[in-house]
């Protein structure tokens, strides 16, 4: 091997050098980037969270009544409809997780209100839900229950009979005998 390939070699790895400090830079402003887009996202939640407040309840008393215990609950559809209405352009609601959790994506179109419905109406269906210590479903809400909830946080109501149904049709939930169940 000459010189000549000595010197490619060299200039070869100082271009490395010099593409790999670029790409650190360009990781750098995407993390900056998605963490402002991350700070914008959780301030729609948090408002739409100050906005709607919770829910307290009384769990259980002790037996000589001197101690209840609270237990305060997010009425997640409230949430999901304030927060779709409040996210940017490009962004929904892609729905409740089990934990708690929302998942927000960013799909690059606007909302549409048939997307907005249908994410709202999942929420109601899972909130509604009541299981029992072996996690079997003991209470579901009724197809009406579930469509006047929606009319309440501000979807159509013949939109939401459509959208509940499509939900039906797709399996994310199921309606058996006028009841609405997890899908």
Same mark, same amino acid.
């Given at each position: 091997m000459g010189s000549d390939d000595e010197a490619s070699s060299h200039e070869q790895m100082q271009r490395y050098e010099e593409l790999a400090e670029r790409e650190r830079e360009y990781r750098a402003e995407k993390r900056a980037m998605l963490d402002d887009v991350g700070d914008e996202l959780t301030g729609v939640v948090e408002r739409a969270i100050a906005t709607e407040g919770a829910n307290v309840t009384v769990e259980s008393t002790s037996s000589d009544g *001197?101690?209840? +215990?609270? +237990?305060? =609950?997010? &009425? *997640?559809p409230a949430l999901v409809a304030a927060v779709?209405?409040?996210?940017?352009?490009?962004? $929904?609601? *892609?729905?409740?997780? &089990?934990?708690?959790?929302?998942?927000?994506?960013?799909? =690059? =179109? *606007?909302?549409? $209100?048939?997307? =907005? $419905?249908?994410?709202?109406?999942? $929420?109601i269906v899972a909130e509604a839900v009541v299981t029992d210590a072996d996690e079997l479903i003991v209470e579901a809400p009724t197809r009406s229950d579930v469509i006047d909830r929606a009319t309440?946080?501000?979807? &159509? +109501?013949?939109?939401?009979?459509? +959208?509940?149904q499509r939900l039906d049709d797709i399996g994310k939930v199921d309606i058996e005998e006028g009841q609405v169940f997890p899908g």
């Open positions: *001197k101690t209840q +215990r609270l +237990r305060p =609950r997010l &009425d *997640k779709t209405e409040e996210l940017p352009g490009g962004f $929904a609601v *892609k729905g409740v997780n &089990d934990d708690g959790t929302l998942s927000v994506e960013w799909s =690059r =179109r *606007k909302t549409s $209100a048939e997307q =907005r $419905a249908m994410v709202i109406l999942q $929420a309440e946080l501000g979807v &159509d +109501r013949e939109l939401a009979g459509e +959208r509940l």
